[in-house]
């Protein structure tokens, strides 16, 4: 069974940057389309960002755009979230997911594995 571990969240000044990493016990990691979550208090889990098998075409939300990059390494069966310039509303449970149906990259029920989250706190 597929297993996500979430890592590199943190308490951070706005402006600043953190990198999350979400790494896949899996024998075969290249297939997947991986995407990137998140989940604030009280708010439903919004779609953050996502990445094909090569890691050539990436799509992300309005609200990251320019400021977070997703990018994979599969020899290490590993998916990153690069994430600068931040911001107090950035502030959620950031979750990694495997795409396991076909659909909008968008659609958190396309994805069919998930990690348990790392926490991301942006301090004003």
Partial sequence: QVQLVESGGGLVQAGGSLRLSCAASVRTFIPYVM?????APGKEREFVTAINWSGDNTYAADSVKGRFTISRDNAKNTVYLQMNSL??????????????????????????????????????
């Fill in 87 to 124: 911001k107090p509303e950035d502030t959620a449970r950031y979750y990694c997911a495997i795409r396991q149906a076909p659909g909008p990259l968008t659609n958190q029920y396309g994805y069919g594995t998930w990690g348990q989250g790392t926490q991301v706190t942006v301090s004003s």
């Fill in 35 to 39: 995407g990137w979550f998140r989940q």
